[in-house]
C-alpha cells in the first residue's frame, strides 16, 4: 500500500472518534473529551514502476550505458553497467567527456518529445545545456560554452547515439 493510502485507511477511524465523542452531549467546557493519538510509520521499499508507455511504444527502457559508449571519448565511470532510476522511473546514466564537460544519458518508456518542458527541465537546452532526442533517449552535454567548444560537437555526438540535436 503506498504511503498516501495508508494514512487515508486511518483517516475514518480518527474523525469517527471524534464524531463520537461530540455525539455524546457532553459540554466540552466542563467535560473532558478523550484524547486519541495515533503514530503511523509508512514506509515504501518498492521500486517505482516506469512510467506507463503509450500506444506504439513497448515501453521497456533502454540501458542508457549502451547509449554512453557510443560516444566517442566518453568516460564512463568504472563499474558502471545499467542505469540508474530516477523520480520518474526513467534510467539514467553519466560519463565525462572532459574534466568540465559532463555527459547524462536518459532512456524513457516514452517518446521524451512528448513529455512536459515544465516537468523535465533538462530537456530544455542553453548555452550550457545541449540535448540530443532519441526515440526513447536524449542526451543531455554539460558544461560552458568554452569548454563545449573543446570536445566533439552536438552534431557530432547526435550522429554518434543516432539521435537529433533539440534547438529551443
Not at 474523525?15 to 473529551?33: F, H, I, K, Q, Y
Not at 510509520?41 to 550505458?65: D, I, Q, R, W
Not at 571519448?73 to 539514467?92: M, N, Q, V
Amino acid at each position: 500500500m503506498n504511503p498516501r493510502n495508508a494514512l487515508l485507511a486511518l483517516l475514518p477511524a480518527v474523525v469517527g472518534l471524534n464524531a463520537c465523542s461530540a455525539e455524546s452531549g457532553g459540554d466540552t467546557a466542563t467535560e473532558p473529551r478523550a484524547t486519541v493519538t495515533v503514530t503511523a510509520t509508512v514506509t515504501n521499499s518498492a521500486t517505482p514502476e516506469p512510467p506507463s508507455a503509450p500506444e506504439g511504444f513497448a515501453g521497456e527502457l533502454k540501458n542508457p550505458v549502451s547509449i554512453l559508449r557510443k560516444i566517442q571519448g566518453c568516460t564512463i565511470p568504472a563499474g558502471t553497467e545499467t542505469g540508474d532510476r530516477d523520480i520518474h522511473g526513467s534510467l539514467y546514466a553519466d560519463c565525462e567527456l572532459s574534466e568540465v564537460v559532463n555527459v547524462t544519458v536518459r532512456t524513457y518508456a516514452v517518446d521524451p518529445l512528448i513529455l512536459p518542458p515544465d516537468t523535465y527541465p533538462d530537456l530544455v537546452p542553453d548555452d550550457s545545456n545541449k540535448v540530443i532526442f532519441g526515440p526513447d533517449f536524449t542526451v543531455n552535454i554539460w558544461g560552458s560554452p568554452e569548454y563545449l567548444a573543446e570536445v566533439p560537437s552536438v552534431e557530432t555526438i547526435a550522429a554518434q547515439v543516432g539521435g537529433n540535436v533539440h534547438t529551443p
